[in-house]
């Protein structure tokens, strides 16, 4: 069943006020994004005061394949907010505590929280959740590119053709070790369907990529959200001339990735955090002791497996 487009008027209204997105955030893109995910619904945390909703954290469902064959479904922790008059009362407390409840219900065995510099500690110290090794973000070195490779732009057209089935496995395989955020076609036909986004899909013989592109100064960056294998690899593939393909479509030699992908071997310059679009500290939290959060590794983590494009 889906949200009550009431509640969810209610949250696209608080995240108006504290994020202030232009054009204003609709109820029908809270929607898709949490209701229409084949991974499952998300779990909502909220806190209301004689109606009004003073909090809310969702919990998008998030597959993860490891290499011994387990799978773990985590909630990616998203649209946290809490209205600016409400702060200091608890109302942050009370709603990630609340999210906890909705996310054990839903049967998710924890949180993956994409967390800014403000919230973090807050988790870490007072809520007793486990900062993970920041992931890097990088200017990558293009090199040449011989291979062959198509370019298609995301349309609604391609989304609902059977293309995605032609170029991906049924599921996108695990790493060499700890956990992989992994993708099916169907999957990723919900993700790229996300509104207010322009995205690209590269079809190599190896890997499909998934890019945009932004501007940051003036200067247009294109950045490679996504790689995932189309096989079995014998090794991991260079991110050079993945690099080289996504630039040479959208006209600029400068490429950015951000995180870990067990299947390539990246090459390039590190780059400051300001330059991203958000401090990007990931937190965990677990909700069983059949999920050690404490041994989770994440062995495949990039852009596209959270929402910052």
Not at 6 to 33: G, H, I, R
Not at 217 to 244: E, F, M, N, Q, T
Not at 270 to 285: A, D, K, T
Request: glycine share 10%; hydrophobic share 40%.
């Amino acid at each position: 069943m889906s949200s009550d487009m009431t509640d969810l008027a209610a949250t696209a209204d608080l995240l108006n006020d504290v994020f202030a997105p232009d054009p204003p955030l609709q109820p029908d893109e809270l929607s898709w994004y949490y209701d229409e995910n084949p991974e499952g619904r998300a779990a909502v945390g909220r806190v209301l005061d004689d109606g009004r909703q003073l909090g809310n954290y969702a919990l998008v469902p998030l597959r993860f394949d490891g290499v011994d064959g387990s799978i773990v479904r985590l909630g990616l922790g998203v649209d946290l907010a809490v209205r600016p008059d409400s702060r200091g009362t608890g109302a942050f407390r009370r709603t990630v505590e609340d999210s906890y409840a909705e996310g054990r219900s839903a049967g998710l065995d924890g949180i993956l929280g994409i967390a800014n510099l403000e919230s973090a500690p807050r988790m870490v110290e007072a809520m007793g959740w486990r900062r993970l090794d920041p992931l890097p973000l990088r200017l990558l070195f293009a090199t040449p590119w011989s291979g062959c490779h198509e370019h298609h732009t995301v349309t609604g057209d391609l989304l609902a053709g059977g293309r995605l089935e032609e170029w991906l496995p049924d599921r996108s395989l695990p790493g060499a070790f700890g956990h992989a955020a992994t993708w099916s076609a169907e999957q990723l036909r919900w993700r790229l369907g996300r509104r207010r986004a322009q995205y690209v899909l590269h079809v190599l013989d190896d890997a499909i990529l998934v890019s945009t592109r932004t501007r940051m100064a003036g200067v247009r960056l294109a950045v490679l959200l996504k790689v995932i294998p189309r096989r079995p690899l014998d090794a991991p593939l260079r991110g050079g001339p993945l690099a080289a393909a996504v630039g040479e479509h959208h006209r600029t030699p400068f490429v950015v990735h951000w995180g870990n992908n067990h299947d390539v071997r990246f090459r390039g310059m590190s780059l400051p955090r300001r330059f991203m679009p958000s401090p990007l500290e990931i937190v965990l939290f677990g909700f069983h002791d059949g999920f050690d959060a404490s041994a989770f590794e994440l062995s495949c983590f990039e852009f596209l497996d959270f929402d910052a494009f």
